[in-house]
């Protein structure tokens, strides 16, 4: 039912299978216990134990936790991990560790079904599902229903971060890579004024969403209006992809270093 997103997250799957139906013990593992075992949550275990949040996730329950695997922590900026890891940050991981679990059960089967839920935080994430895949916030779950004697983990692929704005700035870069989906086979096929006007679409969303920096906004106006001045279809549709491209690569460094 969900889709595998790369090799790293089929091995997880993998190991998480073999670790639950080859172990007769595995039942009775809590949370954190089971997220110790699969070995490929060592950084999610490591904030968990420093934020003092072992206790509660080995309590009776139960939860439900959304694990980022150790590559999607290493996929944040360099030096966050250590920064959150400082014990005078630890109201910060707090915050984005109880982001990522809800209290009570919620099996993939409802988790489908459903438009969002409330974590510990106090912040709701969005549930999204295709048919095919199920995602949460921004981040795509590789593996659903990791049971534990006081709840369930389901692995996900990236690191949730708190915060409205966060979600504001999600949605901006989906809407430019939603963009780019639809436009660049449209300039591949020789319709590169269908392709501009998309990225000038694109473009006018952004900069009313209010999720961009000053300066990345700035930026993206100046493209617009050389764009919008410009009589070459194949001129405005690099224009923009080349802005579009550049905010993407400001908004993931903007998102994820947020506090």
Known sequence: MFRRTDLRAATTVVALIMLLSGSPSA??????????????????????????????????GPFTVFAPTDDAFAALPDGTVEDLLRPENR???????????????????IAVTLDEGETLSGRSVEFEFDGETLMVDDATVV??????????????????????????????????????????????????????????????????????PQDAAE???????????SSDPDDRAWIMRRALDSVHGELSGTRLAAD
């Open 91 to 109: 109201d910060r991981l707090v915050d984005l560790l109880t982001d990522h679990v809800i209290a009570g059960e919620i099996p993939a089967e």
């Open 219 to 229: 930026n993206l106006r100046r493209a617009r209006w050389r764009a919008g001045n």
């Open 27 to 60: 039942a009775g593992n809590d949370i954190v216990e089971t997220a110790s075992a699969a070995g490929d949550f060592e950084t999610l275990v490591a904030a968990v134990k420093t934020a003092g949040l072992a206790e509660v996730l080995q309590g009776e």
């Open 143 to 212: 593996a659903a229903d990791v049971r534990a004697s006081n709840g369930v983990i389901h692995v996900i692929d990236r690191v949730l971060v708190p915060g409205d704005d966060e979600r504001r700035v999600r949605a901006a870069q989906r809407l430019i890579e939603r963009a780019i989906d639809r436009g660049a086979p449209l300039y591949n096929h020789g319709q590169r004024a269908a392709c501009a006007a998309i990225y000038m679409t694109a473009a006018d969303g952004l900069l009313m969403g209010g999720a961009l």
